[in-house]
Protein backbone atom coordinates (compact mmCIF):
# COMPACT_ATOMS: atom_id res chain seq x y z
CA UNK A 1 0.00 0.00 0.00
CA UNK A 2 1.23 3.55 -1.28
CA UNK A 3 1.38 6.27 1.33
CA UNK A 4 0.41 9.83 -0.33
CA UNK A 5 2.60 13.40 0.30
CA UNK A 6 -0.44 14.62 2.43
CA UNK A 7 -1.21 11.37 4.18
CA UNK A 8 -0.93 12.93 8.36
CA UNK A 9 0.42 9.68 9.73
CA UNK A 10 3.28 9.72 7.40
CA UNK A 11 4.05 13.72 7.06
CA UNK A 12 5.36 12.69 11.09
CA UNK A 13 8.18 10.58 9.56
CA UNK A 14 9.32 12.31 6.12
CA UNK A 15 12.65 14.13 6.59
CA UNK A 16 11.70 17.96 4.75
CA UNK A 17 13.37 20.71 3.80
CA UNK A 18 10.63 22.83 4.26
CA UNK A 19 10.42 22.30 8.18
CA UNK A 20 6.80 22.61 9.92
CA UNK A 21 4.85 24.30 7.03
CA UNK A 22 5.84 20.91 4.71
CA UNK A 23 3.70 18.96 6.88
CA UNK A 24 0.22 18.03 6.76
CA UNK A 25 -2.65 18.84 8.66
CA UNK A 26 -4.66 15.93 10.26
CA UNK A 27 -8.24 16.10 8.77
CA UNK A 28 -9.35 12.74 10.56
CA UNK A 29 -11.78 13.20 13.14
CA UNK A 30 -11.77 10.60 16.15
CA UNK A 31 -15.10 9.49 17.23
CA UNK A 32 -14.40 7.10 19.74
CA UNK A 33 -15.26 9.90 22.61
CA UNK A 34 -18.52 10.60 20.63
CA UNK A 35 -19.40 7.12 20.69
CA UNK A 36 -18.64 6.31 24.19
CA UNK A 37 -20.20 9.45 25.33
CA UNK A 38 -23.58 8.73 23.01
CA UNK A 39 -23.33 4.84 24.19
CA UNK A 40 -23.38 6.33 28.17
CA UNK A 41 -26.36 8.51 27.18
CA UNK A 42 -28.71 5.48 26.00
CA UNK A 43 -27.99 3.57 28.67
CA UNK A 44 -28.97 5.86 30.94
CA UNK A 45 -32.27 7.02 28.82
CA UNK A 46 -32.97 3.21 28.76
CA UNK A 47 -32.89 3.18 32.54
CA UNK A 48 -34.82 5.84 33.26
CA UNK A 49 -37.80 5.75 30.91
CA UNK A 50 -39.72 3.26 32.75
CA UNK A 51 -39.27 4.85 35.43
CA UNK A 52 -41.08 7.72 33.87
CA UNK A 53 -44.76 6.08 33.90
CA UNK A 54 -47.25 7.51 36.01
CA UNK A 55 -49.77 5.51 37.91
CA UNK A 56 -50.28 3.57 40.57
CA UNK A 57 -48.49 -0.32 40.31
CA UNK A 58 -51.09 -2.85 38.75
CA UNK A 59 -50.97 -6.16 36.24
CA UNK A 60 -52.26 -5.30 32.86
CA UNK A 61 -54.09 -8.40 31.42
CA UNK A 62 -52.90 -8.97 28.16
CA UNK A 63 -53.89 -8.92 24.52
CA UNK A 64 -53.06 -9.30 21.06
CA UNK A 65 -54.03 -5.61 20.57
CA UNK A 66 -50.68 -2.98 19.17
CA UNK A 67 -50.25 0.34 21.35
CA UNK A 68 -52.01 3.50 20.67
CA UNK A 69 -50.41 6.59 19.25
CA UNK A 70 -51.66 9.59 20.86
CA UNK A 71 -50.25 12.75 20.90
CA UNK A 72 -52.12 14.86 23.55
CA UNK A 73 -52.21 14.35 27.02
CA UNK A 74 -54.09 11.61 28.22
CA UNK A 75 -55.78 11.59 31.88
CA UNK A 76 -55.03 8.33 33.58
CA UNK A 77 -57.49 6.22 35.57
CA UNK A 78 -56.55 3.20 37.00
CA UNK A 79 -58.43 0.52 39.00
CA UNK A 80 -56.83 -1.75 41.43
CA UNK A 81 -57.15 -5.49 42.37
CA UNK A 82 -59.32 -4.50 45.71
CA UNK A 83 -61.41 -1.61 43.47
CA UNK A 84 -59.90 1.59 44.77
CA UNK A 85 -60.13 4.03 41.59
CA UNK A 86 -57.28 6.39 41.10
CA UNK A 87 -56.57 9.29 38.43
CA UNK A 88 -53.28 9.54 37.78
CA UNK A 89 -51.83 8.65 41.78
CA UNK A 90 -54.57 10.46 43.77
CA UNK A 91 -57.22 7.90 45.13
CA UNK A 92 -60.72 8.86 44.51
CA UNK A 93 -64.14 7.85 45.41
CA UNK A 94 -66.30 6.15 42.49
CA UNK A 95 -68.87 9.21 42.93
CA UNK A 96 -66.13 11.99 42.76
CA UNK A 97 -65.03 10.35 39.33
CA UNK A 98 -66.47 11.97 37.33
CA UNK A 99 -66.36 15.71 38.68
CA UNK A 100 -62.92 14.94 38.95
CA UNK A 101 -62.37 13.88 35.64
CA UNK A 102 -63.76 16.84 33.96
CA UNK A 103 -61.95 19.27 36.24
CA UNK A 104 -58.21 17.85 35.04
CA UNK A 105 -59.77 18.05 31.81
CA UNK A 106 -60.80 21.72 31.91
CA UNK A 107 -64.04 21.43 29.90
CA UNK A 108 -62.05 19.36 26.88
CA UNK A 109 -64.11 16.38 26.77
CA UNK A 110 -62.68 14.81 23.27
CA UNK A 111 -58.94 14.39 25.53
CA UNK A 112 -58.58 10.97 26.04
CA UNK A 113 -58.69 8.96 29.00
CA UNK A 114 -56.69 6.15 29.73
CA UNK A 115 -58.20 3.12 32.25
CA UNK A 116 -55.76 0.71 33.74
CA UNK A 117 -57.37 -1.59 35.70
CA UNK A 118 -55.82 -4.91 37.20
CA UNK A 119 -56.25 -8.08 35.79
CA UNK A 120 -57.91 -9.33 38.72
CA UNK A 121 -60.45 -6.35 39.21
CA UNK A 122 -64.07 -7.16 39.16
CA UNK A 123 -65.30 -6.53 35.44
CA UNK A 124 -68.54 -4.76 37.09
CA UNK A 125 -66.19 -2.41 38.44
CA UNK A 126 -64.43 -1.63 35.47
CA UNK A 127 -67.56 -1.17 33.63
CA UNK A 128 -69.14 1.26 35.61
CA UNK A 129 -65.97 3.18 35.60
CA UNK A 130 -65.93 3.20 31.84
CA UNK A 131 -69.63 4.04 31.86
CA UNK A 132 -69.44 6.85 34.64
CA UNK A 133 -66.99 8.63 32.08
CA UNK A 134 -68.74 8.06 29.19
CA UNK A 135 -72.08 9.39 31.00
CA UNK A 136 -69.84 12.60 31.27
CA UNK A 137 -69.47 13.43 28.24
CA UNK A 138 -65.74 11.86 26.87
CA UNK A 139 -65.82 10.51 24.01
CA UNK A 140 -62.07 9.21 23.67
CA UNK A 141 -61.94 6.39 26.88
CA UNK A 142 -59.33 3.86 25.95
CA UNK A 143 -59.26 0.77 27.89
CA UNK A 144 -55.50 -0.18 28.70
CA UNK A 145 -53.69 -3.65 28.17
CA UNK A 146 -50.18 -5.09 27.95
CA UNK A 147 -49.62 -6.30 24.81
CA UNK A 148 -47.75 -10.11 24.23
CA UNK A 149 -51.32 -11.65 23.60
CA UNK A 150 -53.24 -13.61 26.56
CA UNK A 151 -51.86 -14.05 29.64
CA UNK A 152 -50.42 -17.25 31.18
CA UNK A 153 -52.99 -17.22 33.78
CA UNK A 154 -56.19 -16.43 31.84
CA UNK A 155 -55.06 -19.79 29.66
CA UNK A 156 -54.61 -22.14 32.61
CA UNK A 157 -58.12 -20.39 34.03
CA UNK A 158 -59.45 -21.38 30.87
CA UNK A 159 -58.50 -25.05 30.29
CA UNK A 160 -59.40 -25.75 34.39
CA UNK A 161 -62.87 -24.31 33.65
CA UNK A 162 -63.81 -26.58 30.94
CA UNK A 163 -62.47 -29.56 31.61
CA UNK A 164 -64.50 -31.51 29.16
CA UNK A 165 -62.62 -29.59 26.03
CA UNK A 166 -61.28 -31.74 23.15
CA UNK A 167 -57.52 -31.22 23.53
CA UNK A 168 -55.91 -30.76 20.62
Known sequence: MALSANDAFAAGRRKSRRGR???GTLSEINVTPMVDVMLVLLIIFMISAPLLTVGVPIELPKTSAGA???QSQPITVSIRR??????????????GLSDRAIGLAEGELARPIYVRADGAAQYATVAQVMAALSTSGFTRINLITDTGGPS???AATETQ???AAPSG
Open 82 to 95: DGRIYIGEEEIAFS
Open 68 to 70: LND
Open 161 to 163: ADP
Open 21 to 23: RGR
Open 152 to 154: TEA
